[in-house]
């Protein structure tokens, strides 16, 4: 069970100095004047190069630092990197300490010396030894490297990757670990002999002292190929665990001679390895951690971990299971757990500014104590009676079926109004369209909350290319019954149309018992917003004919805003420019109850085709005629459908192979530039032989190749969009084709438009083809042996779009036939009965989809050449309308 207290309980705590910066190298606890005690002193340094022991007694919990707690305070000039305690000096095993500078390695030994006046002992910091590094450093660790007694070794390692070993006052070697990019943290394990540290490939690489101790110098190592040849002086890593992400820290646990254990803190996870590198168990972190501390724990076999994060916690596991948590005034960067005035187990915490803060956990002791329940004798024939009575009202609601439902009004209420008219200076930017002056129209969403709700997220979403001001809004509601009000503007960014006109606007909030809710509430702009009047055409590729049971409606009345005022005459005539340069014509006839929409575009159809829709059904709604229908015979363009179907997929395929080369251009450039880094690196210049001339051409190749990888992307975009336009279109025609209804328009839907985006490992032709063959196989399916056909479970991109094609076409010959669609229990139950003439089974093999191919061809003929045999009749000539 986790046990959380508010916060950490303040023993002691202290500012260090004004605007220095601290990390997790600079805090040190240990008993470094040698007091022989057992106190714990605590030692900090600072990147502006002061090195601070303090030595913590508070009058009471909770006081700051008084004047004699700092023991020494010392400025080194040099920014302090890491500061450790050891046997570092040779002769003795007396403690001293190590601090670590970028240029410069000290040991210094710390003694007091006994006041005999009021200001208390004295203490004094001597410099034994220095090194001068070669090398800029970047942390060190430390032990008894290759089992020595009674004294420590030191290791350094450098920002461009070597290890240097230091026995105390003597260097000693220096290597290069292998393929260093970015210096890691380190550590040593004694039980193994052997460093530590996570490399910038992410992986945890363990190297032995010995194998160290006998590879090749680093001053006169080269890294040629004939050198990595050689008579077993390589460094190679004893073992490699990769995690993934880079590592913030690294501790090595050993509480007993038998094992021992490799913490790593990750960014996103901490890792606790054997010493062979075998994960023992890892912990996925909820929170950025900023550092970590393992350490002993009074249950067997177990570890416990110290772990800081950045949103001011500290959190303490018992190996993955968290047990408290606590609140720290400061994000830590470093954590250790010392002990101070007999006081054992208090955790020392700094932060990066200095906040440098000694607690304790616990909680406040509760004086509050439960009343005693008065125990009274149980009556065990009344408790009988009473539950017979509850089962009796049992069975009668179930008889009856009716559970009853508590009425429960919305929490939220969400309305969108859209402005009638177009805003008076255009929120268009960035436009990607021509020279037309592209209009913005704004949109504004009202929200009612019944029950106080802290936190209301509100998105906007509309199809692209349109785009919005603002999508994202955030509201706070603490009292009921407000009401709040956001606005923005929407506006066509790119120079194509969008495949629909609906916007929606989804509201998230959570209940106060913690249950989230989503409500949306769906909006439709108008066509002018992406539409202009325009001049009507004789002639198209693509036309479609609508027949309605309702006498023809003047067009201008359906559009008020698109009449042309120079065709008063043409009332059965309109043209429609959308801002993209496509052009939609739209024609009534005068007696026989027809409409025909006609583009060079076939995808440009669908809007015109679906406003027509909505603005006849709108306008006998208020005519007051209720059995208005409209209906479509002839025959479904797939022919046209399918050629845009092999478009987007043709851009898909193309995509691949691009991002594939693109990525061999871009390990060519890397193979390269490591060559080059090597060249560099030897300290005996060698010709370049044109590789610097072969990186700049290959550095073009990858950026023309992101370029053609961009492009593409921005046609696929694109074709998608028409796609689903053009989907949209089918599915429309298909219900008008077979009267279908809303739930059976809604299955194509779903089948036909499953994603809202087109990406390269999830496309929209396998997503399709699966929902199609599922409902072959389903509702339309003729016999129990189609019933039984597997399908895959795994959806990958296919070879070519031939498939799809015939099950497309082999669903609308099942929908001819008298197919229905559902998804009830018995929709997998045969439908001969329903289908009449029999119907074609699904295609098991070649022959048989030919034979489908060559039966369906008779009932989906090109669209185009069927228009031209049976043409509208009684439809008035365009003589006369100009071009």
Not at 6 to 35: I, M, P, Y
Not at 744 to 762: G, K, R, T
Not at 858 to 872: G, S
Request: hydrophobic share 40%.
């Amino acid at each position: 069970m986790v046990k959380i207290s508010g916060e950490a309980r303040d023993w002691w705590s202290t500012v260090l100095g004004e605007k220095e910066e601290f990390d997790q190298g600079c805090l040190c606890l240990a008993d470094v004047d040698n007091s022989g005690s057992g106190q714990d002193k605590i030692i900090v340094g600072s990147f502006m190069g002061y090195l601070r022991i303090f030595n913590p007694h508070p009058v009471k919990t909770g006081d700051g630092a008084q004047a004699e707690d700092l023991l020494l305070e010392v400025h080194l000039r040099d920014p302090i990197l890491q500061v450790e305690v050891g046997k570092f000096v040779s002769g003795t095993e007396m403690l001293h300490l190590a601090v670590l500078h970028s240029r410069k390695l000290c040991v210094y030994s710390v003694s007091g010396t006994l006041g005999n006046v009021e200001h208390g002992n004295q203490y004094q910091l001597k410099l034994m030894y220095e090194h001068n590094l070669q090398r800029t450093a970047f942390n060190m660790t430390y032990g008894s490297f290759g089992g020595v007694k009674g004294r420590d070794l030191i290791c350094i390692q450098s920002m461009d990757g070597m290890l240097m070993v230091f026995e105390q006052e003597s260097y000693a070697f220096g290597r290069f670990l292998p393929g260093s990019l970015l210096p890691g943290p380190l550590a040593y394990s004694s039980r193994t002999d052997s460093f530590i540290t996570v490399s910038s490939c992410r992986q945890v690489e363990s190297y032995k002292y010995q194998v160290l101790a006998f590879a090749t110098d680093a001053d006169k190592k080269q890294e040629t190929e004939q050198q990595k040849l050689g008579s077993g002086k390589r460094l190679v890593v004893d073992w490699a665990l990769n995690i993934g992400e880079q590592a913030l820290d690294i501790c090595i646990v050993s509480f007993n001679q038998s094992a021992s254990s490799v913490f790593v803190l990750g960014e996103r996870n901490f890792f606790c390895l054997k010493d062979n590198g075998q994960i023992r168990f890892m912990k996925k972190l909820d929170c950025s951690p900023s550092c970590f501390l393992p350490y002993c724990s009074v249950s067997e076999g177990t570890i416990n971990t110290l772990i800081g994060n950045h949103k001011n916690m500290l959190h303490v596991y018992q190996d993955v299971t968290l047990k408290w948590a606590t609140q720290l005034p400061h994000i830590p960067v470093a954590v250790r757990v010392g002990c101070f005035q007999d006081l054992k187990g208090v955790i020392v915490t700094l932060s990066d500014d200095g906040r440098l803060q000694c607690s304790y956990l616990g909680t406040d002791p509760s004086l509050f104590q439960a009343p005693k329940v008065e125990s009274r004798e149980l009556n065990y024939d009344e408790l009988d009676v009473e539950l017979k009575e509850l089962q009796r009202i049992i069975k009668v609601v179930k008889s009856q079926g009716i559970w009853p439902m508590p009425e429960k009004e919305d929490d939220l209420k969400v309305d969108a109004m859209v402005s009638s008219n177009f805003d008076p200076v255009s929120q268009a930017t960035d436009v990607e369209i021509g020279t037309d002056v592209v209009p913005s129209i704004t949109v504004q969403v009202t929200l009612q909350n019944r029950i106080v709700l802290p936190k209301v997220k509100l998105s906007i979403y509309v199809q692209p290319p349109l785009v919005l001001t603002c999508d994202q809004f955030t509201f706070e509601f603490l009292a009921p019954e407000m009401i709040s009000t956001v606005s923005f503007s929407v506006y066509l960014k790119k120079s194509y149309t969008p495949s629909d006109l609906e916007g929606n606007a989804v509201v998230s909030y959570s209940r106060p018992t913690g249950t989230p809710r989503v409500v949306q509430c769906k909006f439709r702009l108008p066509l002018k917003l992406i539409c202009l009047p325009g001049q009507a055409s004789k002639t198209a590729n693509h036309k479609l004919t609508i027949d309605t049971n309702q006498s023809p409606v003047s067009l201008p009345s359906l559009f008020p805003g698109f009449a042309n005022q120079s065709d008063d005459d043409q009332v059965n005539v309109m043209g429609f420019r959308f801002l993209s340069g496509s052009r939609v014509t739209l024609l009534a006839s005068k007696t026989s109850q027809r409409y025909r929409i006609q583009s060079e575009q076939f995808e440009d159809l669908w809007l015109i085709t679906n406003e027509l829709i909505l603005r006849l059904q709108k306008y006998f709604e208020k005519q007051g005629i209720k059995d208005f229908a409209s209906s479509f015979s002839g025959s479904i363009p797939l022919q046209e459908y399918f050629e845009l179907i092999d478009h987007h997929f043709e851009l898909r395929i193309n995509g691949e192979k691009l991002e594939e080369l693109l990525s061999e251009r871009a390990v060519q450039f890397r193979a390269i530039q490591r060559r080059l880094l090597t060249r560099f690196k030897d300290k005996t210049p060698a010709p370049l032989q044109h590789l610097d001339v072969l990186l700049d051409g290959t550095y073009k190749q990858v950026i023309a190749l992101a370029d053609a990888v961009e492009e593409n992307q921005g046609n696929l975009f694109q074709a998608f969009t028409k796609l689903k336009s053009a989907t949209h279109l089918m599915i429309l025609l298909i219900g008008l084709w077979q009267k279908l209804s809303a739930d059976q328009i809604a299955i194509l839907e779903a089948a036909f438009l499953p994603l809202q985006e087109d990406m390269q490992e999830l496309g929209w032709e396998e997503t399709v083809d699966a929902a199609i063959s599922h409902l072959l196989k389903t509702c339309l399916s003729k016999s129990s042996k189609e019933q039984a056909l597997n399908l895959s479970s795994q959806l990958n991109i296919p070879k070519d779009t031939s498939r799809l094609k015939k099950h497309i076409t082999l669903l609308c010959d099942r929908l001819a036939k008298g197919g229905r669609l559902c998804l009830s229990n018995d929709a997998a139950a045969p439908q001969t009965m329903v289908m009449p003439g029999g119907c074609t089974p699904i295609p098991e093999s070649d022959l048989e989809e030919r034979s489908v191919e060559q039966d369906s061809t008779e009932l989906f003929t090109n669209h185009r050449h069927l228009i031209a045999e049976t043409p509208v009749p009684e439809v008035s000539s365009l003589q006369g309308v100009s071009e």
